[in-house]
C-alpha cells in the first residue's frame, strides 16, 4: 500500500492536467505535458514518468485516482 505522503492532487481541465503547485519547487498553476492517454494508462496501475514543465524534476506516478497521482516519493512534508 502507498503511504498518502506520497501522493499528490491534480486536477484535470478538459483535456489538460494541472497542479495547483509543484510539489518540488512550489510554482503556482502548473500545467503538464501528461496526456489523456498517460492518465489512463496511471489509472490501470501502469507506472507513468512525468517531468515537471517548471523545475524538470521527475515525477514516477505509480497509480492515480480521479484526485491524486499516487508515487514512488514523498512529496508532502
Known sequence: MIPFVNT????????DIYFH???????????TNLKARDLERAKESIKTILI??????KMTILE?????????QRLRK
Not at 21 to 31: A, R, W, Y
Not at 52 to 57: I, L, S, V
Open 64 to 72: 492515480a485516482d480521479d484526485d491524486y497521482f499516487w508515487t514512488d
Open 8 to 15: 499528490w492532487p491534480y486536477e484535470k481541465q478538459m483535456k
Open 52 to 57: 515537471m514543465p517548471c523545475c524538470h524534476e
Open 21 to 31: 503547485t509543484c510539489p518540488f519547487c512550489e510554482e503556482e498553476h502548473v500545467l
